[in-house]
T-cell receptor, first 113, second 109 residues
Framework: EPEVTQTPSHQVTQMGQEVILRCVPI?????FYWYRQILGQKVEFLVS????????KSEIFDDQFSVERPDGSNFTLKIRSTKLEDSAMYFC???????????FGSGTRLTVV | AQRVTQPEKLLSVFKGAPVELKCNYS??????LFWYVQYSRQRLQLLLR??SRESIKGFTADLNKGETSFHLKKPFAQEEDSAMYYC???????????FGTGTSLTVIP
C-alpha cells in the first residue's frame, strides 16, 4: 500500500534556528497538508496545498512558516526561527481528492531546545 | 464554527466486552466524518469514513444527524484495539480536517 514518507523521524534544534521538515506524498495525490500535535493535545491543522499554492492555512501558520513543493515529489515545511512552543509532532498528509480521507505520514518529532 | 468533541480522554474495557467511543460534532452544513486510529508510536491511519459505511477490524460508526454524533462501536474488543482514536470532520466543500482531542482506548486482557 502506498505511504506518505516523512524525514527525519526526529529532529532536535536550537531555538532560533531554521528547520525544514520533509515529506514525500503519494504520487497520484493532489492535495497536501501539514498538521501538528503538541504532546498531549489534539491534532491541529496548519496548512493545505493544492495546485502549487496554499489553499488554506490556520492562524498557527504565521510568517515563520512556509511550505514548498520544490520538485514535484517533495513537500516541505520550513520554520524560519524556531521557538520552544514549536516542539511538536508534525504530520504530513495527502489525499487524492476531496472525497477521500487523508493518508498520513509517520510524523517528525521536532524538539526545540 | 466547526467542532469535534470526544468526551472521554481515557476508556478501558475488558477483552471481549463491547466498546463505544463517543464523538459529537457541530457543523452547520453537511460534514464528512472520519475515524482515525493511532497505534503506539505509529502514524495516524484512516479507520472509517461515514460515506463508505464499511466495517474495518470489526468497528462500525453510524452518522446520526439528529444527535450530531458519529460514535465508533465494536461488539467484542480485542487487545490489539488498544490505541488512540480520533474523530475528525471535514466540510464537503472544504479542505481541512478538524480533529477531536482523541480517546485513548485500553483493552484489558
Amino acid at each position: 500500500e502506498p505511504e506518505v514518507t516523512q524525514t527525519p523521524s526526529h529532529q532536535v534544534t536550537q531555538m532560533g534556528q531554521e528547520v525544514i521538515l520533509r515529506c514525500v506524498p503519494i504520487s497520484n495525490h493532489l492535495y497536501f497538508y501539514w498538521y501538528r500535535q503538541i504532546l498531549g493535545q489534539k491534532v491541529e491543522f496548519l496548512v493545505s496545498f493544492y495546485n502549487n499554492e496554499i489553499s488554506e492555512k490556520s492562524e498557527i501558520f504565521d510568517d515563520q512558516f512556509s511550505v514548498e513543493r520544490p520538485d514535484g515529489s517533495n513537500f516541505t515545511l520550513k520554520i524560519r526561527s524556531t521557538k520552544l512552543e514549536d516542539s511538536a509532532m508534525y504530520f504530513c498528509a495527502s489525499r487524492e481528492d476531496r472525497g477521500r480521507g487523508y493518508t498520513f505520514g509517520s510524523g517528525t518529532r521536532l524538539t526545540v531546545v | 464554527a466547526q467542532r469535534v468533541t470526544q468526551p472521554e480522554k481515557l476508556l478501558s474495557v475488558f477483552k471481549g466486552a463491547p466498546v463505544e467511543l463517543k464523538c459529537n460534532y457541530s457543523y452547520s452544513g453537511s460534514p464528512e466524518l472520519f475515524w482515525y486510529v493511532q497505534y503506539s508510536r505509529q502514524r495516524l491511519q484512516l479507520l472509517l469514513r461515514h460515506i463508505s459505511r464499511e466495517s474495518i477490524k470489526g468497528f462500525t460508526a453510524d452518522l446520526n444527524k439528529g444527535e450530531t454524533s458519529f460514535h465508533l462501536k465494536k461488539p467484542f474488543a480485542q487487545e490489539e484495539d488498544s490505541a488512540m482514536y480520533y474523530c475528525a470532520l471535514s466540510a464537503r466543500t472544504g479542505n481541512q480536517f478538524y480533529f477531536g482531542t482523541g480517546t485513548s482506548l485500553t483493552v484489558i486482557p
